[in-house]
């Protein structure tokens, strides 16, 4: 292929905050570290594997999207990527709602919700549960190369991780048995994993369906899946279906929140509702600036 699309003076973006804030799984930092300003990292999504550097530029970051024509940016990375939305307007409403937040919003301010697939963003998510963010991405690494589309020795330059597969789809994933799934080391949740993809292959769960429905059924309509809870159908809804007003609430949220806001032991739907009254449409994205805000002063730990 040969060609790299660039983008110049992105705003609010930052790759590392992006990628490492645990709302995907299958993505590899590729550079030594050693240069602060240079970031590069592979990654598999979207049905491509995709190399991309983060570098300055004169107003903000330079991006260079590694084997991409003008075709494939428009019509796959910029909406991944979520390059059209106003980040600096919706910083601007957190601080507005809650000003503490603004030095951790100084600090971190590249940070964009990615539009996942899908499929794998909500196998992803059961694969979550009770596990670390590098166990998760061997996981669905494991899964990947079990049954996905492989990727070709010559099929980008500079592609370094040792990833060689796509998340498969439903069909590839329901191909293959419970005891495979359990081979990737998925362990409990292999029924779940098996439960969705059944649901997803036969239409019981459909994507176009999810998005038409208002955020509260689509959430139900997710739960209906063994070993779906609100977390997981909440994290699903944010991180694929574009649903920003959802706010995933986990252990570390439901105290960050009650220490904040609350300061007494409170139901986790309390929780999520008061924080999408307070946050509006953008409930999810300021989940995000909680999370730094509550890790970087040990709350809850």
Known sequence: MNKDYIKTDVKDFHLKEILECGQCFHFSRTDSGENPNKFEYDI???GRFLHIME?????GVKLTFY????????????????????????KRRIIEADPRLEDIISENPGIRILNQEFFECLISFIISQNKQI?????VVRNISTLCGDK?????????NSDFDALFPRPKQLASVTEDDIRGCKAGFRA?????ATEKVVSGEISEKELRRMPTDEARQKLMTIKGVGEKVANCVLLYSLGRTDAFPVDVWMKRICE????????PKDEIEKSMCKKFGNIAGIAQQYLFIYGKERNIGK
Not at 191 to 195: A, V
């Open 44 to 46: 598999a999504a979207c």
């Open 55 to 59: 570098e300055p530029s004169a107003d």
């Open 67 to 90: 084997d991409t024509d003008e075709w494939e940016y428009e019509h796959i990375w910029k909406d991944y990527f979520d390059l059209e939305s106003d980040y600096g307007e919706v």
């Open 134 to 138: 590098p166990q998760i991405k061997q």
């Open 151 to 159: 990727r070709g020795a010559d099929s980008i330059r500079f592609f």
């Open 191 to 195: 029924p779940y994993i098996m439960d």
């Open 259 to 266: 220490e904040l806001y609350f300061h007494k032991d409170t």
